[in-house]
């Protein structure tokens, strides 16, 4: 018989004492195989989606966490809206010429470039609107560019794919210009589908619904980020509904801009364009039914009149130096601010995630602890019935060291049994959660993800286990024969 | 021809829990031919169980020489002892001291393992049909009876091809009928395989059936020396 036979009979010759000692490992190695996995899950959900495949968030003044929870997450309450003229500061003079040709506004700004466009150089800006809800999920206005041009995953370099349908256009024949896409939870929860029609709802997930509808033209592949759980509509559209959702003209018309949007020429506004309140008038209908989308009823915002929430930044990725310089440059301005997501997102993982990763680690790892002593006393109370068994083996044959060598075994096999049992109630009790892990943080786990510290666990409870064994271990090895053997 | 044991001025002493050292073992000279089959009597306390302990190698004596197969013991280091103990000698115990963990089958093959390491199931299994066990195999000893158990372990002590087997009052605790089934069982199984026995007890009527009986206290210097009374 070899050894481990040996040390696996007397496993199960004291089976009540070693089911017990090996369940309380079990349950300690479980804990914090869940504790790791827990933390795997949150730090997925925040670092996978730091790989946001852009480098800096610009904002409204304020909490640079919150702008960056608002814009990279969808979550946190909604902050304040930057002027769309902080947009066109990223945008060359060629450029913003076209737009003020199109929306109307102030003919200076397309005098010259905007002072952050130098160093975009092959990236990129990407406007966002939010503040509505569809459903629970949050509605975000952008441009076509947020498909084209961001990438996710590990190594930030896969576009986004559609289960169904394509990405949003600025203007189709068919939605003008409402049309939206939505993550793949926002499809599976919300029940919707390509062709189906949503009304956003301002302010927050229960507040009354926009009458403008969007048209859902693409449903994105899940992507384990926080766009699963967004609606993208056409900013556009976005501006055109906004207004609705905040009638300024029975009130306030002292601003002749925001209430006379019929003008499709370009406006000569004023070239101030700090109006801080939400004046986004609009072209709706008046009759206030739902109607079918046509092209030729709208009046686009002018420049004015438009704001955005927040602006995604890629700066030349050929010159690392331009992130930090356009950073310092927008934060020393008196109206944005600029924010890297990486770091805001390491900022908060250090300040919340950490500290309490920590702190369950140490009472898992007592835990842990505990069940080793378990496992000592557990073998060291059986020595007394042992002493005979050893001396009589020994008589037999064998030696000193064989004799401590199966108690030692013998702690390993509770170590082992204990630690795949443990791991497998942690990562069955993770699958059963699966979904509503996936649900509340867009991160998908199964029986079979696995953190890449649990490969610590085995080493580190065989370990405690050695240590664990060590004192019957010296007991087996000094016990007499003699004396144990007489009757 | 070298004897299979040979001892020679065998001193052993204890120390005693009232302080002082108690010597119980004096025993100048004692040898046995190899396949020869000897009774050891003597009186209770007399040192006969030292005097096997001795002989295993599980005890070291003070002094002199004890020599099996032409092997000085007293040479070999504690490893050393284990290792020839468990090529060499079997040892059946007065209270048969089978492990409860395992089954008879395996109680049988732990002498080998333990012994000189081999694997032979089948053997394990013949030494369970000459002690007429074969159907108790995957019994565990406390499954068995009492004479059973020492059956047992008599197929557990010769598992490894012992050359001297040590049997230390193998009768004792089993009844009349069983004692001599189990007395004929070791000298036979002895006889078979051409192995040196060496048993003590105190049974006068089993020590009649062997050829050579060695009294113990006679031999033993110590033995006359202290006071029994
Ligand atoms: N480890 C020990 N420490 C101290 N004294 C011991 C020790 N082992 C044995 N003795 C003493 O040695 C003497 C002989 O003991 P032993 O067990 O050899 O006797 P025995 O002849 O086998 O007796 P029995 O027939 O009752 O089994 C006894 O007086 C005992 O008290
Ligand atoms: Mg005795």
Known sequence: MSLIQIAWRNFCHRSLSSILTTLSLALGVGLVVLVLSIYGVISEAFTRNASVGYNLVVGPKGSPLQLTLNSVFYLSQPIENLPYTEYMEFMTQDQRKAVVDRFGGDPSLAERGGRYAPYLGDGFVIPLALGDYFGEFRVVGTTPDFFEKLRHGPNVDQPFTFSAGRALEEFSPEHSYFEAVVGSRVANQMNVGIGDKFYPTHGDPSGHGHELGFTIVGVMDPTGTPNDRAAFVNLEGFYLMDGHAKPIESEESDEPESDEPESDEPESDEPESDDSDDDAGANVEEDGEKREARPEEYRLLSILQREVTALLVQTDPNNLFFGPAVQNAINEGIRSQAAAPVGEITKLMDLIVGPLRNALLVITLITCFVAAVGILVAIYNSMNDRRRDIAVMRALGARRSTVTAIIVLESMLVAIIGAVLGWILAHAAIAACSSRIEDQTGVQVGFFSTSSNEIWILPLVLALALIAALLPAWSAYRTDVGSNLSA | ?229
């Open chain 2, 1 to 229: 021809m070298t004897p299979m044991l040979q001892i020679t001025d065998l001193v052993k002493s204890f120390p005693q829990p009232e302080g002082g050292i108690l010597t119980v073992l004096d025993v100048p000279k004692l040898e046995i031919e190899a396949g020869e089959q000897v009774a050891l009597i003597g009186q209770s306390g007399g040192g006969k169980t030292t005097l096997l302990h001795l002989i295993a190698g599980l005890l070291v004596p003070d002094r002199g020489s004890i020599r099996i197969n032409g092997t000085e013991l007293t040479r070999l280091s504690e490893q050393g002892r284990d290792r020839f103990r468990a090529g060499a000698i079997g040892y059946v115990f007065q209270t048969f001291n089978l492990l409860p963990a395992f089954t008879a089958i395996e109680n049988v093959r732990l002498g080998m393992t333990f012994g000189n390491g081999m694997q032979e199931p089948e053997r394990a299994s013949e030494l369970l049909l000459r002690v007429g066990l074969a159907d108790r195999e995957r019994y565990r000893p406390s499954q068995l009876s009492v004479g059973q158990q020492q059956r047992v372990a008599i197929a557990r002590a010769m598992a490894g091809k012992p050359k001297l087997l040590l049997a230390d009052e193998p009768t004792a605790n089993v009844d009349p009928g069983s004692a001599e089934t189990v007395l004929n069982l070791i000298r036979h199984t002895c006889r078979e395989e051409h192995v040196a026995l060496l048993m003590v007890t105190h049974d006068m009527h089993v020590a009649s059936k062997f050829d050579r009986v060695e009294e113990l206290d006679e031999m033993n210097r110590a033995f006359t020396s202290i006071d029994h009374s």
